[in-house]
């Protein structure tokens, strides 16, 4: 019976720390493995206790108390207790912190340790979603004790141990003997670092991996699930695929301008043409698989006549020359493709320019030097960043920003569900940018494989659950 | 011979200083920041500033460009931006798959090309030669990259003879051989192609000399002056054009180790740009430059090794 | 004229024929996409296949053969008009400091990583033909530096340019009247081997995506794209393959034909 | 029987006919000479003999050797026999030895392949034939390369080479062409030696009537790959029977027609220059030396004076050429031209005619524009038809129908090529015409034409030159005065006439003994062949 596991992912971590850098893949290989937070993510996106066993809030919703577990040592054998929480939490919104999400603990006035089992948050103001930020990768639980070898040679809580980093190659992990909760099936497993698609296509075929987390080529999936070797999981992920448009600039600060681009999208088309067919069509910035998910395409059908007449309502009948700025991913590449000849149908002409993501973010993120642009925002319940006027398609909308200040001050779940359809609507209806899919996340592996994730919550490979099949 | 060491090896410092200061240039030049790349979409400015200030970046452009090179001096490329591990280090790692496959592609490409071009040359006209010279045309117009691709598709996947791609470490000497065999054959056909075609006719430019005659008149056969007489003469631009290849292997690479996921040099360069690992980007190529610059000289003292003539003149 | 003379024209004429027919005619335009119409073998409707956006290959190879010449041959002449001059520069005042200093930066440019220099000028300037043209221009300098100082040195020991420096000719006139014609053959074939080099080099510059940008077609991200369905519907990746082999091969035997129709001793530097 | 009999020997290649019915026969001790002028097929039939002919050649005939048939020999014994019982030696000592093997080992390789002698016996054997031919190991070691040896000194590798088994038969191909007068003779002088030591047959090609005189038994003439006339050596030069024979003995002792000397006030005046060449360090900080091509050089040319210049090879000759044009600067002295000193100012004053008729010209330009070249220095210079009538004109001075302006360099014969290059070094009607070297390459007839042409234009122009040459007797025959330049020196000067007969300086009286002379015959003058342009 086999117990060690190889699977692929596309990127390679730059360190392993998840607490001071944005890469996701640094999450995909040690998320909820090596490293665990308070609370944590589970298969279906739902918060679920981490190394706290159990929270509570107090009234004023100011204040979290958790309960943390017995027995958890850290893979160096110190134990975990809340003094290491405090430390964590203290780094993580410290003046000089480097966590690339510092946001999440904005509103934390102060962390105390009252006893080493039970960790006090005291919040500024009340925030509901505290139990959700303390999920994030950015949030998991380090030791001050090996902080400073950290990049290199992580250690944390989880179920695996860092075994050694092969750096351009592969990250071995071994079964941790002493975890505090279940034992994993898997004794041993190596993440191989594959970024071409070709070579990913190889290596499965060739069968030089086991499993493939994040397939890059979704034209290969028919071929795979043919295969009985193989077996194809189709999850989905929080990243939804959008156009983003320059709101702050011409002619896109005009509504009938992003109407007219809306319009004369065929979402469908590109889902076939960029992702054979992989992705869920979406209609505002929601993921579809969310209890809250308002299906909106409506506000925005495929109709290039009606996109022609918004044009020449805007005034511009002959059309006019932007440019399209796209991202490495072959979303975004190829989508970008389909994009341009969709635009000039509407009589839109489109330059288009592949970026690296360095170029990206320094041009279009932060330079917001671009007239469209085509990327996936993966951050989970991210609908907020339009509440932010220098957010980089720089919606400036007061209304909204209003709305969501009240989200985050409101509690009841009903209210809530409320407050996220108003939002959802108001893009929708404002067209800020087209909405094109919901990213899809495949996943191929061996056909004998079981107890992978299928969808992505939030970026992780958790490897708890995997098991060979007899 | 001294003094033209000598001279050689000035201008070759010479050469590495301008080297370095035009990589430098251009490699700060690029837009993107290492900070804001490792931060993401949601970071904010303190937080990229503070990121900025722990990797050293607000330093003056010129005092990290003297920092850099003196650091070479010692040995010490500094620390990555973006795995925080010292340069030297990944570079050493990564060196042990390009330097062997770069190797490994040019021993083979040698080993074809110097039968063939022998083949070739004394067989001239001959259906041999037309065979020999009609693969080379063939060889040097198809693309390597291609060429990998085709290789994958027989022998990894259909045929399953080797992996299609990693490298599983020098600690099984055997299986790393075989994992950068495929790569190497891509990386060499081509080059072999080439080497051909200049063993050739250099050959034939040598069998056509006066000396060549001489060597007839005291009774030596066709083969016999082939291999005695023309052989070393037409090894000189033969010389050259490995000397020159060895650059293109290195750096071929660059797609090649993509195409077979190696974790070599050229990987390392391709990630480092696209993260802006400055300083790794820098002293790659600054590593890549010397050793062309370094293999370049070695062919020329080469050359005197196999030319008498150089040795007192110039 | 040579079989090989023959079959190089042929063959450059063909593609060079296409890329100017695509000025005028395509079966298909190449900006429209029917995904609808994706990956279809080559029929009677398109003849090579059509593309995963349901483009026809066909009118892409037509129009990648237009970029792939026009980057090629710009690089070619970027190479050239600068190269031969600091070539015959450098002869003229052979053996002096200038002489030296050419040579040196040619050695230089030639140490760089070509391909990696390639990725930092589109790293610096973003990706581009026209990056591409630069990236692929900067290398062919030193070729034609070379080539041009190596056949100008003997030259200019010759009779006839002591007899053009007696009757009080300059160095400059010199080099443009009497050693350039006489360099025009060598010139000939190795700009058609450099011309060779350069489709090649535009193919791998675009296969990793810097060369020319969508909607564009070229021939290099033809192959890029089609990579991953090789095992899907093969004649994506085969025939944007065969065609660079096809280019170039043409330019290759032609060069080699015309080095023997022209003169056979002529020195060509490969690389 | 003798030892070598070609009988009827036919060679074509590529079915163009070389040679056809050559018969020659060569006994041991004997030395036969083989004449004619260029490509007529001397050295085909030599290459034929060893089994050598280029690719695309055939043979028909018989060449035997010692009663073997070469011509249907296997080339597996033929190789036995090349080096073994008939050696070669070549023309060129500069290319035919290799470059990247030491003396030693190229003499060694022919004892090694036929004796399978061991590596040491070789080497022993190789040491005591470089010693026969006067390079002994002391000074000469058998490590040696060929670039450190001088080229009289690569013919004695050459020959050791050949010599080394002691062959039958030895065959030269023009041997000593390439070489200075004394060099010459000291090799002719060791060939001499080797034939009667060996008791070897020795054919020797070579077109120089003068050096066989002394030197063969019997000689052969060629002509159009026939052998004309053959006959022992006497014989032959007294008889000439064939009218080929006759122009060629007329040619190699022709005598141009000058006109007296008219000297008028100085034009070039050289006095004390020097010219060094800086070579190359051989330790880094070693101070640098100098090659001293010129030391203290001083003469002077008059106004219608024709004064020759005589010198072995690297005596500095073309240094001083150079240095007259000013295209060159000299470390010490002064070179004036009607007292200002020579620059580009001067230069266009003066014409060059060079040695080599092949690349003196650009081959891309036509004649026209080739001849009028010298006319960019001048200020006036004629334009349009009246340049194309100046061109015209030269070319007919010089013997050439003026349709010839329109033609490329390469439709013309080395001898019409020289006659443009003096019509090119007329145009401008140069106060001072150099001629270095210029017929040095050309045949022994078409060099009598040359020089009548110098002649005549020098009687109707009233020309001033400096007439450099190697060859004694050429300089004889066109100029009033000589100097004598040895290693960068005048060793002597004086009247041409006085210098050559009574020559004070032991070096130009070695020069004079060295170089070879046809002997005086007494109707040696009378069918002189008048030179057709
Ligand atoms: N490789 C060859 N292919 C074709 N023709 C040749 C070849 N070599 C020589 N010939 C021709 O054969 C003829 C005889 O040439 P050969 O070399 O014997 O002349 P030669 O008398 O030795 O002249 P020279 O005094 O110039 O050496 C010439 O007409 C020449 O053009
Ligand atoms: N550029 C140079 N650098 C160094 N030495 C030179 C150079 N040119 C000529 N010499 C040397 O100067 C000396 C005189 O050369 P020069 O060419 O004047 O001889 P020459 O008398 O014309 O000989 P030849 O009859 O062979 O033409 C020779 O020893 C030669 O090696
Ligand atoms: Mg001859
Ligand atoms: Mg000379």
């Known amino acids: 019976q086999q117990s060690d596991l190889t699977i692929a992912l596309q990127l390679e971590p730059p360190h392993l720390d998840p607490t001071s850098a944005a890469a996701g893949a640094i999450d995909s290989v040690l998320y909820a493995n090596v490293f665990e937070g308070l609370t944590r993510f589970g298969a279906d996106g739902g918060i679920l206790p981490g190394l706290a066993e159990r929270w509570e809030v107090s009234d004023d919703g100011l204040t979290y108390t958790f309960d943390l577990r017995d027995g958890v040592t850290f893979h160096d054998g110190t134990a975990m207790n809340a003094e290491d929480v405090k430390f964590t939490l203290d780094r993580a919104r410290a003046e000089d912190s480097a966590n690339a999400q510092k946001a999440l603990f904005e509103d934390i006035a102060e962390v105390t340790a009252p006893d080493p089992q039970t960790v006090r948050i005291t919040l500024s103001q009340p925030n509901g979603a505290l139990p959700f930020n303390l999920a994030w990768g950015d949030a998991v639980i380090v030791a001050p004790e090996s902080i400073d070898a950290i990049k290199q040679a992580p250690v944390g809580t989880g179920p695996f141990r860092f075994e050694e980093w092969v750096q351009g190659d592969r990250i071995e992990l071994a079964r941790y003997a002493d975890y505090w909760g279940e034992a994993p099936a898997l004794e041993a497993a190596t993440f191989k670092f594959i970024s071409d698609p070709t070579a990913a296509f190889a290596a499965m075929m060739a069968q030089d991996i086991d499993a493939f987390a994040g397939y890059p080529a979704p034209e290969n999936l028919p071929q795979f699930e043919a295969d009985p070797r193989f077996q194809v999981l189709v999850g989905s992920t929080e990243g939804e695929t959008i156009l983003a448009m320059n709101n702050g600039q011409p002619p896109f600060d005009n509504a009938l301008v992003r109407a007219a681009v809306a319009h004369a999208i065929n979402r469908q088309d590109i889902i076939d043409g960029a992702m054979f067919g992989l992705g869920t069509p979406i209609g505002t910035h929601f993921a579809p698989h969310n209890p809250d998910y308002l299906d909106l395409m409506d506000f925005s059908p495929f109709d290039p006549e009606k996109a022609r007449a918004l044009l020449a309502e805007a005034g511009f009948a002959d059309g006019f020359t932007t440019t399209l700025k796209l991202p490495p991913p072959s979303y975004a590449r190829r989508g970008g493709e389909i994009v341009g000849a969709q635009l000039r149908a509407v009589g839109i002409e489109t330059e288009i320019t592949n970026l690296e993501w360095a170029q990206w973010l320094e041009e279009v993120f932060r330079g917001k030097d671009f007239g469209l642009t085509i990327v996936s925002h993966t951050e989970p319940a991210d609908i907020n960043i339009y509440a932010r006027p220098d957010y980089y398609f720089q919606y400036d909308n007061p209304d909204f920003q209003a709305l969501m200040k009240e989200l985050s001050a409101t509690s009841d779940m009903a209210a809530r569900t409320e407050l996220l359809h108003q939002a959802q609507r108001m893009i929708a209806e404002d067209h800020v940018n087209a909405y094109l899919f919901q990213l899809a996340f495949p996943t191929v592996a061996d056909a004998r494989l079981r107890g992978l994730w299928e969808n992505q919550p939030t970026q992780a490979t958790d490897l708890t659950g995997v098991s060979w099949a007899e | ?314 | 004229m040579s079989r090989t003379l023959i079959l190089g024209l042929a063959l450059t004429a063909l593609f060079v024929g296409a890329a100017l027919l695509s000025f005028v005619w395509t079966p298909y335009d190449v900006e429209t996409m029917s995904i609808a119409q994706r990956l279809r073998p080559p029929d009677a409707d398109h003849l090579l296949g059509t593309d995963h956006f349901g483009r026809d290959i066909l009118s892409m190879i037509m129009v990648g053969a237009r970029t792939s010449i026009a980057v090629a041959l710009v690089a070619v002449g970027i190479g050239m008009g600068l190269g031969v001059p600091l070539g015959l520069w450098a002869a003229a005042r052979r053996s002096g400091w200038l002489d030296e200093a050419i040579m040196r930066f040619n050695d230089l440019v030639f140490a760089f990583p070509s391909l990696v220099i390639a990725i930092l000028i589109t790293a610096v300037f973003g990706p581009s033909a026209v990056n591409a043209i630069i990236a692929i221009g900067i290398f062919n300098i030193p070729v034609f530096a070379r080539l041009a100082r190596g056949a100008a040195l003997p030259l200019w020991t010759r009779d006839f340019i002591l007899a053009a420096r007696v009757a009080g000719k300059s160095g400059l006139r010199i080099s443009a009247e009497h050693i350039l014609p006489n360099l025009a053959n060598l010139l000939i074939v190795q700009g058609t081997i450099q011309f060779s080099l350069g489709i090649l080099a535009e193919a791998g510059l675009s296969y990793v995506g810097l060369g020319a940008q969508p909607p564009v077609p070229s021939w290099g991200r033809m192959l890029a794209d089609a990579q991953t369905m090789v095992a899907l519907a093969p004649h994506v990746a085969v025939v944007p393959g065969l065609a660079i082999v096809g280019m170039v091969l043409g330019l290759n035997l032609l060069g080699d034909g015309l080095r023997d129709l022209l003169d056979p001793k002529l020195r060509v530097l490969r690389t | 029987m003798s030892l070598l009999d070609i009988h009827a020997l036919d060679v074509a290649i590529h079915g163009t006919p070389v040679l056809s019915d050559v018969c020659l026969s060569i006994g041991a001790g004997e030395i036969v000479a083989l004449t004619g002028e260029s490509g007529s097929g001397k050295s085909m039939t030599a290459l034929a003999t060893m089994g050598l002919l280029p690719d695309g050649a055939e043979a028909r005939g018989a060449v035997m050797l010692d009663g073997t048939d070469l011509l249907t020999l296997p080339e597996a014994q033929l190789c036995a026999h090349r080096g073994q019982s008939m050696g070669m030696v070549f023309q060129e000592p500069m290319t035919a030895l290799n470059p990247v093997q030491s003396i030693g080992a190229q003499v060694a390789e022919t004892i090694r392949i036929h004796t399978g002698a061991t590596r040491a016996e070789a080497k022993t054997r190789a040491a005591e034939v470089l010693t026969r031919v006067g390079l002994p190991p002391d000074r000469f070691p058998l490590y040696s390369y060929p670039h450190a040896l001088s080229g009289g000194q690569r013919q004695r590798v050459g020959i050791a080479m050949a010599i080394a088994l002691r062959p039958k038969l030895l065959i030269a191909d023009e041997p000593t062409t390439a070489l200075d007068v004394t060099t010459q003779a000291q090799i002719l002088d060791l060939l001499r030696g080797l034939v009667q030591d060996f008791d070897m047959g020795l054919m020797m090609i070579t077109h120089d009537l003068a050096v066989v005189s002394r030197f063969a038994d019997r000689i052969a003439v060629m002509q159009r790959g026939r052998i004309v006339e053959q006959g022992p050596t006497t014989e032959v030069f007294a008889r000439r029977r064939h009218a080929y024979t006759r122009s060629l003995f007329a040619a190699s002792r022709h005598r141009a027609d000058l006109g007296p000397a008219r000297p008028g006030a100085p034009l070039l005046t050289v006095e004390n220059v020097r010219r060094d060449y800086a070579l190359p360090r051989t330790r880094l900080f070693a101070p640098r030396r100098h090659h001293r091509a010129l030391a203290d050089v001083s003469f002077a040319i008059r106004r219608g004076e024709r004064v020759g210049l005589v010198g072995e090879s690297g005596s500095g000759k073309s240094t001083l050429t150079r240095a007259i044009l000013g295209l060159e600067p000299v470390q010490a002295g002064r070179i004036t031209l009607d007292g200002a000193p020579v620059g580009p100012e001067t230069t266009r004053r003066m014409q060059v005619v060079f040695q080599d008729p092949y690349a003196s010209f650009n081959p891309r330009h036509r004649v026209a524009r080739l001849v009028a070249e010298p006319f960019h220095a001048l200020a006036n210079a004629p334009r349009g038809a009246d340049r194309s009538r100046a061109v015209a004109e030269a070319l007919t001075s010089v013997g050439l129908e003026p349709e010839a302006a329109e033609r490329y360099i390469h439709a013309f014969s080395g001898g019409q090529r020289q006659r443009i290059a003096i019509a090119r070094a007329l145009i401008t009607r140069p106060e001072l015409v150099i001629f270095d070297e210029a017929v040095s390459a050309l045949d022994v007839r078409v060099r009598a034409q040359i020089l009548d042409l110098i002649a005549g234009l020098t009687r109707q122009h009233g020309l001033t030159y400096l007439f450099i040459s190697h060859d004694l007797s050429v300089v004889r025959s066109v100029t009033d005065r000589v100097l004598v330049l040895k290693d960068g020196r005048i060793v002597e000067e004086g009247p041409t006439a006085q210098v050559l007969e009574t020559p004070r300086h032991p070096y130009t009286q070695a020069l004079i003994a060295a170089a070879p002379r046809l002997p005086d015959l007494p109707d040696g003058e009378a069918d002189a062949a008048s030179p057709a342009p």
């Open chain 2, 1 to 314: 011979m001294l003094r033209y060491t000598l001279t050689r090896l000035a201008s070759l410092a010479i050469s590495l200083l301008v080297a370095s200061a035009v990589i430098f240039l251009v490699v700060e030049v690029a837009p993107g920041d290492p900070a804001a790349y490792m931060l993401g979409l949601n970071a904010q400015p303190d937080t990229v500033a503070a990121l900025r200030a722990e990797l050293g970046l607000d330093v003056s452009r010129p005092e990290r460009y003297l920092d850099w090179l003196g650091g070479m001096l010692t040995g010490d490329f500094g620390v990555s931006y973006t795995y925080r591990t010292p340069v030297a280090q990944m570079i050493a790692d990564r060196l042990w798959v390009s330097l062997p496959l770069a190797l490994y592609a040019l021993t083979l490409s040698t080993c074809i090309a110097f039968p063939a071009g022998l083949l070739a040359a004394s067989r001239r006209g001959k259906a041999a030669d037309i065979g020999v010279t009609a693969a080379t045309q063939l060889g040097v117009a198809v693309p390597n990259f291609w060429f990998a691709m085709l290789l994958v598709l027989l022998f990894a996947i259909n045929l399953g003879w080797f992996s299609a791609g990693g490298f599983p470490g020098w600690d099984d000497p055997l299986a790393a051989l075989k994992a950068l065999t495929l790569p190497a054959i891509a990386l060499a056909l081509p080059q072999a192609a080439i080497l051909t075609r200049v063993m050739r006719s250099s050959l034939l430019d040598t069998l056509g000399e006066d000396y060549i005659r001489t060597a007839r008149a005291k009774g030596l056969s066709r083969g016999q002056v082939l291999w005695r007489h023309a052989l070393r003469n037409a090894l000189i631009p033969v010389l050259t054009i490995i000397g020159l290849q060895f650059s293109f292997l290195l750096a071929g690479a660059i797609i090649i180790e993509q195409v077979f996921f190696l974790p070599g040099l050229g990987r390392l360069i391709f990630q480092a740009i696209s993260q802006r690992d400055l300083i790794v980007v820098e002293s790659v190529v600054m590593l890549l430059v010397f050793a062309v610059i370094t293999v370049n000289f070695a062919v020329d003292l080469a050359y005197a090794a196999a030319d008498p003539r150089l040795r007192t003149r110039r």
